[in-house]
């Protein structure tokens, strides 16, 4: 089992940027597609963006197409979710998780990941 420790959240104004990294515990998370989710309170957690191992491939729920950015570093085991123009709609606690292969092809179903860290609180005031 691998430790994701995320960090980089906080308060910002709406149309400010904030970025999100989670660092991973063990080397072979570098093989492994990523996501990030986010949960709002009384909501269900959803998936906000995924990359595959290689960092070739990503993918984004429409919401945050044009606005964040997944990224990744294998050779620092990290992975990093740029958020820009944020609202406060995307207030919520932010989790990255470790998928269960390297390509990622269900991105957005968290019943696919494997490791999920203990998350990040963002809060984007109006």
């Known amino acids: 089992q691998v430790q994701l420790v995320e960090s980089g959240g906080g308060l910002v104004q709406a149309g400010g940027s904030l970025r999100l990294s989670c660092a991973a515990s063990?080397?072979?998370?570098?093989?492994?597609?990523m996501g990030w989710f986010r949960q709002a309170p009384g909501k269900e957690r959803e998936s906000v963006a995924a990359?595959?191992?290689?960092?070739?491939?990503?993918y984004y729920r429409d919401s945050v197409k044009g606005r964040f950015t997944i990224s990744r570093d294998n050779a620092k085991n990290t992975v990093s979710l740029q958020m820009n123009s944020l609202k406060p709609e995307d207030t919520a606690v932010y989790y990255c998780?470790?998928?269960?292969?390297?390509?990622?092809?269900?991105?957005?179903?968290?019943?696919?990941?494997?490791?999920w860290g203990q998350g990040t609180q963002v809060t984007v005031s109006s």
């Open positions: 998780a470790q998928y269960r292969d390297q390509y990622g092809n269900q991105w957005y179903d968290p019943a696919m990941y494997v490791d």
């Open positions: 063990r080397r072979t998370v570098s093989i492994y597609a």
């Open positions: 990359i595959s191992w290689t960092g070739g491939n990503t």
